[in-house]
Each structure stands twice: as structure tokens, then as C-alpha cells.
């Protein structure tokens, strides 16, 4: 069955470092897709970067970037010069083919320290 | 290019009442996907629709339902309403089946 395991229920970081979220998932399939997405207090989820398992090369978007470790079945997220406006709940997701459905982890509560 | 649209944004009713909630998705976009979260059970999967046919469905009791009309708009419905569905329900479109864009959700209050 595919699963996404995030272990760190709460992380804080002081503005302008860097943090990383973890997250390990397991799946069945070779080619698959993992996201991850952040929800503020509005409760708006925004996806914040994509990553397609045949592609060796980590994804980023501009301060956001991916470790994939995909023998380690990893996928961990790295937040650098951090902003007030990154403080939301973050959740790892894996969808194993398109149009299929998305399961996602239990979420990371991200603080930012002014 | 407006995003997705999910009707009422909030909703209280009492338990062995039904409810539907409304999702309009990006134009364009063809299928349509329901999720509940709670913070027990975190976001899980109810259904997705493409072209108005349920291709994909969760570990829900039949008292969730769902249909997609010819425009993509959705309804999700729950009947026999009980104090365990009060939760946040998403809806989100897709393109390609892959990217989902979210709604701000409805949040249902059983009472």
C-alpha cells in the first residue's frame, strides 16, 4: 500500500536560515510523482514543488528545493533564507500514477522566529 | 484565471441531516478530486471525477457520494450526517492529472 511517513510533527526556524522536512514514503511502482504542499492558517493548500521519480535531477523553486533519494524511498524539503510568510503547516504526498489519487503525510508544523 | 471554487465556505448542521458541497474548477481542467481532512485522520481521499464518470474512490461509507456535471462543476454529498464528518473538505482540479490546485474548502460543523 502506498504510504507517506513524515516524523517530525512540529519544526521551528529562525528567519533568514535554512530548515529541512523530512518525509519517506513507500510505494510499489518505479515511476511515480511526490509533492509537497503547504497550508497556511487559511487553509489554502499550495503546491510548493513537484518531483517526477524518473527524473534523477532535484527539483527546486526558487528558496525551495528536494533531496530524492529514491532507493531510500526520501524526500526531504529544504527551506533556505526563510520568511515569516513560510510559517504553515507542510505536507509530503506521493500520487503513484496521473489522475490517480494523492495520499499525503501527516504534516509538519513549521514556525519562523523573528 | 480564476482558481477553484468551493461553496459554502462554511456549514453547520445537525447529525442524521444531509449536506452537498459544491467545487468549480479551474476552467479547463477535467477532474475533479474530494478530500477530507480532520485532525485525526489528516487529509484523506474521498473520489475523483473526469468527465462526469467516478474513476477513483476511497475508504468512505456509502453515505458519501459524488457526481460531476457536463460543465466539470462537482457536488459531494453525505448523507445521515453524523458528529465524525465534521471536518474540512477540499476539493481540487487538475489539468493533466498530475498538479492539483486546491480550493480554500468547506468547513462542515455537525452539531
Known amino acids: 500500500a502506498q504510504t507517506v511517513t513524515q516524523s517530525q510533527p512540529e519544526m521551528s526556524v529562525q528567519e533568514a536560515e535554512t530548515v529541512t522536512l523530512s518525509c519517506t514514503y513507500d510505494?510499489?511502482?518505479?515511476?511515480?510523482?511526490l509533492f509537497w504542499y503547504k497550508q497556511p492558517p487559511s487553509r489554502q493548500m499550495i503546491l510548493v514543488i513537484r518531483q517526477e521519480a524518473y527524473k534523477q535531477q532535484n527539483a527546486t523553486e526558487n528558496r525551495f528545493s528536494v533531496n530524492f533519494q529514491k532507493a531510500a524511498k526520501s524526500f526531504s524539503l529544504k527551506i533556505s533564507d526563510s520568511q515569516l510568510g513560510d510559517a504553515a503547516m507542510y505536507f509530503c504526498?506521493?500520487?503513484?500514477?496521473?489522475?490517480?489519487?494523492?495520499?499525503f503525510g501527516p504534516g509538519t508544523s513549521l514556525s519562523v522566529i523573528p | 484565471k480564476a482558481g477553484v471554487t468551493q461553496t459554502p465556505r462554511y456549514l453547520i448542521k445537525t447529525r442524521g441531516q444531509q449536506v452537498t458541497l459544491s467545487c468549480s474548477p479551474i476552467?479547463?481542467?477535467?477532474?475533479v478530486s474530494w478530500y477530507q481532512q480532520t485532525p485525526g485522520q489528516g487529509l484523506q481521499f474521498l473520489f475523483e471525477?473526469?468527465?462526469?464518470?467516478?474513476?477513483n474512490k476511497g475508504n468512505f461509507p456509502g453515505r458519501f457520494s459524488g457526481r460531476q456535471f457536463s460543465n466539470s462543476r462537482s457536488e459531494m454529498n453525505v448523507s445521515t450526517l453524523e458528529l465524525g464528518d465534521s471536518a474540512l473538505y477540499l476539493c481540487?482540479?487538475?489539468?493533466?492529472?498530475?498538479?492539483?490546485?486546491f480550493g480554500q474548502g468547506t468547513r462542515l460543523t455537525v452539531v
Open positions: 510505494t510499489s511502482e518505479s515511476d511515480y510523482y
Open positions: 504526498a506521493s500520487q503513484e500514477t496521473s489522475y490517480d489519487k494523492v495520499i
Open positions: 471525477y473526469f468527465s462526469e464518470t467516478q474513476r
Open positions: 476552467s479547463g481542467h477535467r477532474s
Open positions: 481540487a482540479s487538475s489539468l493533466e492529472g498530475v498538479e492539483a490546485f
